[in-house]
Every structure is written in C-alpha cells, then in structure tokens.
C-alpha cells in the first residue's frame, strides 16, 4: 500500500503562484509513475503532469505546459507541482497518484490517490 498526501493548497489570485505537495509513504513507489489530476464540480477528473519516479521523464497537460512543473525531492520522497501563472479555470481539488499505467497522462494505471486539496483562484 502508498499512502499520498497533498498539501499546499489554498486561495490566490490570478497571476499568482502555488506551491503543492504531495508526501508519498509506505511500500516503495520506486518504478512507479507519479501524477498530478485535477477535478472540479460536475467535471471529469482531469490530467495536469507527470513524472517517472527517477525523474527521467514527464509529461504535461496542454493546457499548463510553461506555467506547472513537476520535480520530485528524493531526500524526502515528496513530489511537488509548482503552479505559476495561476487562473480562474485553475480552481479545482488537485490530487497526486502513484501507479505503473503505460500511459501517465491518463487515469487508467494509476491505483493510488491522495485525498485532494483544494485550490481556489480568484479574479
């Protein structure tokens, strides 16, 4: 079992930065790709970017490519999404996964989330 905890979340205004993480414990997830997902009110889950857990390959969603990054902190086995150029369409509950699908950009492969945390853009 891998136990992911988001946590960075929170409200910011447009042309903002945040910072999210995501803690990843439990059996090793060494092999594994490591994604970030958004999903608002009444929309589908949605990929934003991923990562090999050797960081020797990622992957971004059209619409945040230039502005999101993934990088992943081997000391403390922590993956984090750096969100600049922040806007409203951005408001969502992000959530990280670990999972070993042989395409990271969509959900199917990945079988474990975290709870989700929640970030709110303002205009």
């Known amino acids: 079992q891998v136990q992911l905890v988001e946590s960075g979340g929170g409200l910011v205004q447009a042309g903002g930065s945040l910072r999210l993480s995501c803690a990843t414990s439990g059996r090793t997830v060494s092999g594994y790709y490591m994604g970030w997902f958004r999903q608002a009110p009444g929309k589908e889950r949605e990929f934003l970017a991923a990562m090999t857990w050797n960081g020797g390959s990622t992957w971004y969603a059209d619409s945040v490519k230039g502005r999101f990054g993934i990088s992943r902190d081997n000391s403390r086995n922590t993956v984090a999404l750096q969100m600049n150029s922040l806007k409203p369409e951005d408001t969502s509950v992000y959530s990280c996964?670990?999972?070993?699908?042989?395409?990271?950009?969509?959900?199917?492969?990945?079988?474990?989330w975290g709870q989700g945390t929640q970030v709110t853009v303002s205009s």
């Open positions: 996964a670990a999972g070993t699908g042989s395409d990271p950009t969509r959900e199917f492969g990945y079988a474990y």
